[in-house]
Nanobody
């Protein structure tokens, strides 16, 4: 089992920045690919960014490319999402997720491929 706890959400003006953190505990953190998802009210959960076990390969959804950066610190068992140039449409609940994997270089892009989830953190961007 892996437990994930997100933090860093809050209220920010458009154009501002936030950094989300996801602290993992339980089974070996470094053997999981990690992802950040977001969910708007009444909508499905969308993948925002993902990072492979090794940290070398990363994925970004088109709607955040050039603005968000995913990173991980295996020594701290933490994955981050740096969000810059925030827009009102980025307002959502953001979830951290972990995917069990034996591959150092891949990550999942589908919701159902992730095995563990955090409780979510609210990000609100005012116009």
């Amino acid at each position: 089992q892996v437990q994930l706890v997100e933090s860093g959400g809050g209220l920010v003006q458009a154009g501002g920045s936030l950094r989300l953190s996801c602290a993992a505990s339980g089974r070996t953190f470094s053997k999981h690919a990690m992802g950040w998802f977001r969910q708007h009210p009444g909508k499905e959960r969308d993948l925002v960014a993902a990072i492979s076990w090794s940290g070398v390969n990363r994925y970004y959804a088109d709607f955040v490319k050039g603005r968000f950066t995913i990173s991980k610190d295996n020594a701290k068992n933490t994955v981050y999402l740096q969000m810059n140039s925030l827009k009102p449409e980025d307002t959502a609940v953001y979830y951290c997720a972990a995917q069990r994997t034996y591959s150092a270089s891949t990550y999942a892009t589908r919701y159902n491929d992730y095995d563990y989830w955090g409780q979510g953190t609210q990000v609100t961007v005012s116009s």
